[in-house]
């Protein structure tokens, strides 16, 4: 065990959980535990939607897909950037000026059905369980590598630190964490950039040459195919990653931390540049450590590669730059995890809770219990399942639940918004089509099904090719959505103009 890690994340767990002491006295109400009463302003929720983005499979992921597949590694990172000009453009305004809590309460805003409700809220669990394992994965590979424990046990240690954040400190504790891990990283990402550029004596062609060199792969480390050969497969990755974060639950339920949609638009301004200088940092990570590191040396460490910026940050700054860098990654996965539960717990307990079972006859101080009970829930749910996917890569499964929000999520926002006929059956049809479909078509790829034993967890031929199947599944969705409005009569033309209205400026 490393002293100067330990001391470092003992730091670290002790500034999240100094704020969160501080947050919990002043997290009373049910506005207060779900969106910070609305009380950050643009630079601050720009730095915590960017803490929220910025997750263990961007730092860790990211960086070993880069180190041993090259350039289709870098596809995560282009994904991710462009992403957000589809919030920015499209989702960011209106959600704010329609939503409350939960991504159900903005659908609902035109269809007041508790079926939808139920729908969006299950959409989002699911979304939140596959988004909670990759970041358990990563923090359980990171916290075995440095402090030399088993993997179980740094699962069950995150997993209690996280709960313990939302359990008691609710979106105000869960923000400030976001918002010192996003600089943390960015700190510690242009220190190791910067370090890499030095060795390469600041000079981009001479690094170009010199990876191609390193890698077993030669000349194609900087070309598209190493790891995805079928051009569909890239495409659906890229689908997925594109449209998924205009339907993440944990990303939309910020931009109810803001007092108006004004703030809401800066607060993505601010994120996304925070965000494009990230991933634009990534490729140095990825390419440092295929050359310093290697490899062998990245897939003995961890099979999936995810420990490769915490190597690379070994070999250039020795033990005490490795263990700051474990330490803000330890950060950035309690950040995000916590940021996952709220969104988890608050489709529970809100809109499960609250608004079908209760109907909203439902107290201040019930739906704030309802909440810190439905936190343990989602938690340990999400501990469970981690324990299980130890050798999968945190890229990948994160690319899965961005699948699922493409798929069920962003057809259903975007008709509600823009779409005159939309109506309570093509609501319910799409979210249905598109979550089921992604899932099944999830169930039957090489990630679940593989012929070499090890490598997926059923041994076997997989149905489907596609590493991630966005390219299918999206489509399903927004079809879904749009044959469950014309096969069923009913219309209600008078609350699209109201939601139109709401939707471009706020009025209520």
């Known amino acids: 065990m490393s002293i100067t890690a330990f001391i470092l994340f003992v730091i670290i767990v002790g500034i999240t959980l100094v704020i969160t002491y501080w947050a919990a006295k002043r997290t009373k109400t049910a506005s207060e535990f779900y969106t910070a009463g609305g009380g950050l302003n643009g630079w601050q929720n720009g730095l915590a939607i960017a803490g929220d983005y910025l997750s263990a499979a961007s730092f860790l992921g990211i960086a070993g897909a880069i180190a041993l597949n090259g350039f289709d590694g870098f596809f995560y990172s282009i994904g991710y950037l462009v992403a957000y ?55 359980g590979a990171l916290i075995q590598l440095l402090l030399g424990i088993d993997y179980w046990i740094a699962v069950l240690i995150v997993g209690i630190m996280m709960t313990i954040y939302v359990l008691f400190g609710g979106m105000t504790a869960t923000s400030w964490v976001q918002i010192i891990k996003a600089a943390l990283l960015m700190l510690g990402t242009v220190i190791i950039s910067f370090l890499v550029l030095m060795k390469f004596h600041f000079n981009l062609f001479n690094m170009f040459t010199e990876v191609k060199n390193a890698t077993p792969h030669g000349e194609n480390f900087l070309h598209p195919g190493i790891k995805y050969k ?63 590191v290697g490899s062998e040396k990245i897939i003995q460490a961890n099979a999936a590669g995810n420990m490769a910026a915490p190597l690379l940050a070994q070999v250039l700054g020795g033990d005490f730059l490795m263990s700051f860098v474990s330490a803000v990654a330890f950060a950035t996965i309690l950040a995000v995890v916590a940021g996952l539960v709220l969104s988890g717990a608050s489709a529970f307990a809100h809109d499960i809770y609250g608004q079908i079972i209760k109907k909203g006859n439902i107290t201040e101080k019930q739906q704030v219990s309802a909440a810190r009970y439905s936190c343990i829930s989602v938690a340990a749910l999400s501990i ?125």
């Not at 960011?92 to 035109?110: F, Q, V, W």
């Open 85 to 139: 000009l589809v919030v920015l453009y499209i989702v960011a305004e209106p959600l704010r000026n329609l939503g409350k809590y939960t991504l159900a309460d903005m659908i609902t805003a035109r269809f007041n059905q508790k079926k939808i409700r139920a729908v969006a809220a299950i959409n989002t669990i699911a979304i939140v369980i596959f988004y909670m394992i990759a970041q358990l994965v990563g923090a």
């Open 230 to 292: 079928d051009p569909i497969d890239t495409i659906s990755i890229t689908l997925a990653l594109v449209l998924g974060t205009a339907g993440l639950p944990h990303i939309l339920m910020r931009f109810f931390t803001v007092k108006d949609a004004k703030t809401a638009r800066s607060s993505v301004a601010v994120a996304t540049w925070v965000v494009g200088l990230f991933y634009i940092l990534t490729i140095f990570l990825g390419f440092g450590a295929a050359a310093f």
């Open 384 to 508: 469970i399942l981690a324990l299980f996917a130890q050798k999968m890569n945190v890229a990948f499964l994160v690319s899965l639940a961005f699948c699922v929000a493409a798929s069920a999520n962003l057809p259903v926002i975007l008709f509600t918004i823009y779409w005159k006929k939309f109506n309570t059956a093509g609501a319910i049809t799409g979210m249905l089509s598109g979550l089921a479909s992604s899932l099944i078509l999830v169930i039957i790829s090489p990630n679940v099904i593989a012929p070499e034993p090890g490598t997926a967890i059923i041994v076997g031929k997989p149905l489907i090719s596609l590493t991630n199947p966005a390219i299918i599944s999206v489509p399903i969705g927004f079809l879904g959505a749009y044959l469950g409005t014309v096969l069923s009569p009913k219309r209600d033309d008078k609350k699209f103009a109201e939601v139109t209205v709401k939707a471009n400026t706020g009025l209520k």
